[in-house]
């Protein structure tokens, strides 16, 4: 009988990974050593007829390996996958396909309940109208014409920088939040960012600041700001692990930043308006020595007017008086528009819709979990299936 050693090697061991048999145990069952089943089933080896007919009485399939592996219908022929036969492998393995799936579901919904809560607040801000400016475009016209420059607003603010600022998280990290059971608490608390770490080495007392920083960066990791380009609307939405910090804290950031931009927006009006207050007081008091000169030139000289030299003197000190009264009119009508633009730049945002404490979670979400497992375990179900086949 003649056999090709190489053939029938890689016959035996095709048959013995398409049955799952290990190596050890096949050759103790054909009572050869490993080494020389390792032989035959490289080729190195020409296996006797003794060994044949073991591998027969033990293996009664063996003999019809071959035709078994040329009669199945291959899933990939000529580079084109064949659905046909793709379906029909599914469909017998359906039962353990449907087993993995459920498996992997069960055990991928049951991990959701391993993750921590988190509850999302969500607070919208508006940006004010800038009707009043219409009010004041007549007063402004007329004192454009008497030469008074009018304040213009130049100042712009883009709030998701606002929100995400450190000073607005400095504020939020000092406060003590009230939570769902009335207890009140601070974000380091809540996070436990003053507690030694158990895999820590060093049991030096933590350091306040590198609390306060670690917990500055974390709290922009929970706020999300979006605003619309085209209506101005913002929304400021605040994630952890409380429904009534969540709200607490969103409407606490919209206030400080409303705050802030109103205080930052108008210093500089109240900043020009102080000037001209303290520049009118001290011309006031310049116009009133000058008007004083004036009249103890008169009382003084009371027939001045034929004198050349002291009708001159008169004429200097009268255009002195008059340059203080212009300049103390110009400063009056300034500080007028100085408390216009302090009045219009009031408020520059407007809190629509305040933040109230969320009935449900946001995360984790079991439905999306749930799906996600199934789909997941369908696939790799297939996958083992198409490859075992």
Not at 257 to 273: G, P, R
């Amino acid at each position: 009988m003649n056999i090709n050693p190489e053939h029938f090697g890689k016959k035996i061991k095709r048959f013995r990974l398409l049955n799952d048999i290990r190596q050890e145990d096949m050759a103790e069952k054909l009572k050869v050593s490993r080494a020389t089943l390792i032989n035959y089933e490289k080729g190195h080896t020409a296996i006797n007829l003794e060994v044949l007919n073991r591998i027969n009485d033990i293996y009664p399939n063996f003999s019809n390996e071959d035709e078994s592996v040329k009669s199945k219908p291959r899933i990939i022929v000529d580079n084109s996958l064949d659905f046909q036969v793709l379906f029909s492998v599914l469909h017998k393995k359906k039962n353990y396909i449907l087993f993995i799936t459920t498996f992997f579901a069960f055990f991928g919904t049951l991990s959701s309940f391993l993750f921590t809560k988190y509850y999302d607040a969500e607070i919208t801000l508006y940006p004010a109208k800038k009707d009043l400016s219409q009010g004041f475009s007549q007063f402004q016209a007329f004192a454009s014409n008497l030469g008074v420059n009018t304040a213009s607003n130049d100042q712009s603010f883009y709030i998701p920088d606002v929100v995400r600022s450190r000073l607005i998280a400095a504020k939020v990290i000092k406060q003590n939040w009230k939570m769902k059971n009335g207890q009140l608490m601070s974000l380091i608390d809540l996070w436990e960012l003053n507690k030694e770490n158990w895999f820590s080495i060093n049991k030096k007392p933590l350091d306040s600041l590198k609390i306060s920083e670690r917990a500055i960066k974390k709290v922009n990791h929970h706020i999300n700001v979006a605003e619309d380009k085209l209506t101005g609307l913002i929304k400021i939405s605040c994630t952890f692990q409380d429904p009534y910090i969540a709200a607490n804290i969103a409407n606490y950031i919209g206030e400080q930043v409303e705050l802030y931009i109103q205080k930052e927006n108008s210093a500089q009006s109240k900043k020009e308006k102080l000037f001209i207050s303290d520049r009118l007081s001290l011309v006031k008091l310049e116009l009133e020595e000058a008007e004083l000169k004036i009249k103890d030139f008169k009382e003084r000289n009371r027939g001045y007017e034929d004198s050349p030299e002291l009708n001159m003197i008169f004429y200097q000190l009268d255009r002195e008086a008059e340059a203080k009264k212009s300049v103390y009119l110009t400063l009056q009508q300034q500080l007028e528009l100085a408390r216009i633009e302090e009045v219009k730049q009031s408020p520059i945002l407007h809190i629509l819709d305040h933040a109230s404490p969320p009935i449900g979670k946001s995360s984790p979400r079991r439905i999306l979990f749930l799906v996600s497992s199934i789909i997941f375990g369908l696939i790799f179900s297939s996958i083992r299936v198409v490859i075992k086949y």
